[in-house]
């Protein structure tokens, strides 16, 4: 009786310790790829700072102003990228913003009844964001900008040119381009976001506007907008994040060429397209290091808009089973 | 209208309305779909011209020769997002394995923010750090950096749609399985992980359409190759996104050709990929796009 007691005992301890050994394996090897993550983005974070030292000391805040981009006389300042990427971000916004919205409103609001095609729908639309952005950019240099310069700019330029925001001549790959392009690329996001918001919307609120004798519109209108308000804003607030950090199609379509001007169609900059073009052609360590920092901004432009959007989106939607 | 009280002007306004409403919503969903349509219309019709077997398996030629392919962008594609998936799926199926099964921890909450952060964050900035980690170290733009950028942006992909996927296992399956007294780690790779797999590799397949179409932090660590792989991994490299990049902005003609050509390749495999995905898993994984 002891002896196998003894036995069963050393035995259950032995599994015990077993087990114990392989959960504790099994945790260590997955927290510390949960921890690589975290390092990667602090570290993401202090490379960015540590390698635009020199420049963050040789110009002070007053690269954030200056508006002088000369890399043959070292004369460096952000102020131009920073305009242009505040410009066709907003641009993007004011036109992508109203469409994202109409989307998701059809798929959370009208296509409920008529399941596939609403599906087939929300794919399409979803399949813009699988394209590529060098595609986008592609299509944007070559088909976009001579349809738009021909067919929008030049007759915007000609009845409305007293107008400073149409007063250049209209060149094709400029500003409205680009934020035309970045409108289409962030309609996704904005209708993929703000349709789980809509979706989130208790039927209660729909209900007890139906019952008031609402038209759908008004349903929509005066109970389900307002109540995803801060969901669809936060979903706004990530489609700016996007449009902030795309590169490729910007680069390809806004002309390359650093200035602030209100007219939208002259040719600018952006704070990402200034990197991928200049990047590996800086000849100098002050060269490089103002286009760190460069990234810095970027870096702290994009963070803080996902800081806001994730909050907005999270206090929206904590209590359902959707995730954005 | 014979009906009374609710026939008056305000019911007719309001109607109306609803009636341009509901108009405008339709405006918006045809407006959102035009580009696709033309987008994919306008790469099928120039890149199909230039479809052949040369074009897809010969190297590139200098302007004015007729001939040249981008077999070797196809096969540095196929290499970094190799090199790219390597890196990324330990790193991004652990980090979501632990999201799901210890989501109560700190470090959980931390590093699935930090996820979410990572996984929006412009590319370009991602360039520069595995420039500066890598290629200065290195003194060499290489794959091997061209493969770590892109891992940097499945990463947050794969972790995300692993533990989405863990998630939606039951609980119950995991009580039973602890019940009759399989230890929690292998309940995790045996009962979990394989109930769950089919969004794993979803998510990894997901990923790898990302990282397939993504320039811009290549640019500064592939950096592009007009040749074919020599085996050293540590050389520049060659990308179809780079060539379609490269090509599309130059001043010649027959380079623009090239450049739709490989759009073509590229936007091919995308949106097959996609849709064959989105076909398989339907709703599932709704919230978590190609695009992330």
Request: proline letters at 5%; zero cysteines.
């Amino acid at each position: 009786m002891e002896e196998s007691s003894g036995i069963q005992l050393t035995s259950a301890k032995g599994i015990g310790r077993r087990r114990r050994g392989g959960d504790q394996i099994l945790k260590g090897l997955v927290a510390s790829a949960a921890i690589a993550v975290v390092i990667l983005l602090l570290a993401l974070g202090a490379e960015l700072i540590i390698h635009s030292s020199l420049s963050l000391i040789t110009f002070g805040p007053s690269f954030l102003i200056g508006t002088t981009w000369d890399p043959v006389h070292q004369i460096f300042g952000a102020l131009p990228f920073l305009f242009g990427t505040i410009l066709t971000s907003i641009l993007a916004l004011l036109i992508g913003l109203p469409i994202g919205l109409g989307v998701a409103i059809f798929l959370a609001e009208k296509a409920k009844g008529r399941r596939m095609f609403g599906y087939t729908l929300g794919t399409l639309v979803e399949l813009l964001a699988a394209v590529p952005s060098v595609i986008y950019g592609l299509w944007g240099l070559f088909f976009l900008s001579p349809i738009l310069r021909t067919y929008v700019e030049t007759p915007l330029h000609n009845y409305l040119g007293i107008l400073p925001i149409f007063a250049s001549a209209p060149f094709g790959l400029d500003f409205f381009t680009a934020g035309v392009i970045l409108a289409i690329m962030i309609i996704p996001t904005v209708s993929a976001v703000s349709r789980d918001i809509l979706n989130a919307v208790p039927n209660s609120q729909r209900e007890a506007m139906y019952s008031l004798g609402g038209t759908h519109w008004e349903v929509i209108r005066k109970a389900v907008l307002p109540y995803a308000r801060s969901g669809i804003f936060g979903a706004t607030i990530l489609g700016l994040g996007r449009a902030v950090g795309e590169t490729m199609a910007v680069t390809m379509v806004i002309g390359n060429t650093p200035r602030i001007t209100a007219s939208l169609f002259s040719g600018g900059y952006t704070l990402a397209a200034v990197i991928a073009n200049e990047f590996t052609e800086a000849s100098y360590p002050l060269y490089t290091a103002a286009l760190v920092e460069i990234g810095l901004i970027l870096f702290g432009l994009a963070l803080t808009i996902n800081l806001l959007a994730r909050l907005l989106i999270w206090r929206m939607t904590r209590n359902t089973r959707f995730r954005v | 209208m014979g009906t009374p009280s609710l026939a008056g002007k305000g019911f007719r306004r309001r109607n109306l309305l609803d009636k341009v409403m509901t108009g405008l919503i339709y405006l918006a969903v045809v407006l959102a779909v035009i580009p696709l349509i033309l987008i994919v219309g306008d790469v099928v019709a120039q890149g199909g011209a230039e479809m052949s077997l040369t074009f897809l398996t010969h190297l590139p030629t200098p302007v004015g020769v007729s001939g040249g392919g981008i077999g070797n962008a196809i096969e540095g594609s196929a290499i970094l997002v190799g090199l790219a998936t390597l890196i990324a799926v330990p790193i991004g199926v652990g980090a979501g394995v632990y999201f799901s099964e210890w989501p109560e921890s700190k470090l959980s909450f931390v590093s699935s923010f930090m996820n979410d952060v990572l996984a929006e964050f412009p590319s370009i900035t991602l360039g520069i750090f595995v420039y500066i980690i890598v290629v200065l170290a290195t003194r060499t733009f290489s794959a091997v950096s061209g493969g770590i950028a892109l891992a940097i942006i499945m990463v947050p992909i794969v972790a995300r749609t692993t533990e989405e996927s863990l998630k939606i296992v039951p609980t119950s399956l995991r009580e039973a399985s602890l019940a009759l007294g399989i230890p929690r780690w292998k309940t995790v790779l045996r009962i979990v992980i394989s109930t769950g797999r089919s969004g794993l590799v979803t998510g990894i397949l997901l990923a790898i359409a990302r990282a397939t179409g993504e320039t811009a932090p290549l640019l500064l660590t592939a950096f592009g190759s007009n040749y074919y792989f020599g085996g050293n991994l540590w050389s520049p490299i060659a990308a179809l996104p780079l060539l379609i990049y490269t090509y599309g902005i130059s001043p010649f003609q027959d380079w623009h050709s090239a450049a739709w050509g490989a759009a073509l390749v590229l936007v091919g495999f995308m949106l097959l990929l996609n849709l064959s995905l989105k076909l398989l898993i339907g709703r599932k994984f709704a919230g978590v796009r190609a695009e992330i």
